[in-house]
C-alpha cells in the first residue's frame, strides 16, 4: 500500500487583532514561529510557514526553516493551506498527499499529537481529520471561547459548537459533566491534499456563521471529519496574557 506524503504548514501572520506580532514574540530566547516549526519537524518530514508577512518570512530564513509568501486576502489558515500546498509541491519536487495545519500560535506543540492525527489515515476512507479532548471533571464546558463537539460511532464529527453539547435533560447545568463525556475541539487539522482544495471554494454555510466555526460548513457539505482523541490540552498564544502562562510552562517544556 502506498505511503502517503505528509506536509506540515504553519499558517502565520503578523496582523492578529489581539495580539500584533504574536509569531516573532520570544519564548525563552526562541520566537514562538521557531518553536512550532521545530516541534512540527520533529513529527513531518516536510514542514512550511506560510505568510503574509515579510518579517515572518525572514525570521523563519534566519533560523534555518522553510516558507513562502502567501495571499494577505485569506480568511483562516485553512484557506493559506490551501494556496501554500500547490507552492510546496513545486518547491520540493513532491506531490503531497495529506496536509497538516498545525497552529502557529501553540509553541509547545507535541510531536506525539501530529503522530496521533496522521494515524487517523490508516484508514483510507478519511478525508479530513482533527484532535478533541475528553474534558475533565470540574472544567468549565460552557466556556463558549472552547468549541465542543458531538461524534458517531466511529469517531466522526456530527457537530461543532461553542454550547455545551448534548443538551442533558432533567439535569442542573452543574452535573452535566457526571452524566456525558463532553468533547473539547483542539484545532488542528489534516486534509487529503484534494479535499482541501474542495473545501475552501465552498460558499460560507449557515451553520458556519451561526458559530464563526468553519469545520461546521465542511459537514453541511457532506465532507466527514475523524477525530482522534488526546489526551494533551493545547497551550495556545492569543493575547499577551496567554504568553505570560505560555512563559510559565517553558520551565516543564524544556
Not at 11 to 17: F, K, L, V
Not at 18 to 33: D, E, N, S, T
Not at 216 to 245: C, H, K, M, Y
Amino acid at each position: 500500500m502506498k505511503r502517503y506524503q505528509f506536509a506540515g504548514i504553519v499558517p502565520a501572520r503578523y496582523a492578529s487583532t489581539r495580539f500584533p506580532g504574536k509569531p516573532l514574540v520570544m519564548i525563552g530566547g526562541k520566537i514562538m514561529i521557531q518553536r512550532v516549526y521545530e516541534q512540527a519537524s520533529k513529527s513531518v518530514d516536510i514542514v512550511f510557514v506560510a505568510t503574509d508577512d515579510k518579517r515572518i518570512y525572514d525570521e523563519v530564513l534566519k533560523f534555518g526553516g522553510q516558507a513562502l509568501m502567501t495571499s494577505p486576502q485569506h480568511q483562516s489558515g485553512t484557506d493559506r493551506c490551501a494556496e501554500a500546498v500547490d507552492k510546496i509541491a513545486e518547491r520540493t519536487g513532491k506531490k503531497i498527499d495529506i496536509v497538516i495545519n498545525i497552529q502557529g500560535d501553540e509553541p509547545f506543540i507535541k510531536p506525539e499529537q501530529i503522530d496521533l492525527l496522521k494515524s487517523c489515515f490508516t484508514d483510507r476512507k478519511v478525508e479530513i481529520a482533527t484532535l478533541i479532548r475528553k474534558t475533565e471533571s470540574g472544567e468549565d464546558i460552557f466556556n463558549p471561547n472552547q468549541p465542543k463537539v458531538v461524534l458517531d460511532s466511529e469517531g466522526n464529527a456530527i457537530y461543532f459548537s461553542r454550547a455545551a453539547i448534548p443538551f442533558i435533560r432533567d439535569y442542573d447545568l452543574s452535573d452535566w459533566s457526571k452524566k456525558h463525556v463532553f468533547y473539547k475541539h483542539i484545532g488542528m487539522y489534516a486534509y487529503k491534499t484534494d479535499v482541501l482544495n474542495k473545501i475552501t471554494k465552498l460558499p460560507a454555510s449557515s451553520l458556519e456563521k451561526a458559530e464563526a466555526l468553519e469545520q461546521n460548513r465542511w459537514l453541511e457539505n457532506g465532507f466527514r471529519i475523524r477525530t482522534a482523541v488526546t489526551q494533551w490540552e493545547s497551550i495556545s498564544v492569543d493575547t499577551p496574557d496567554d504568553l505570560v502562562r505560555a512563559l510559565k510552562h517553558l520551565d516543564h517544556f524544556n
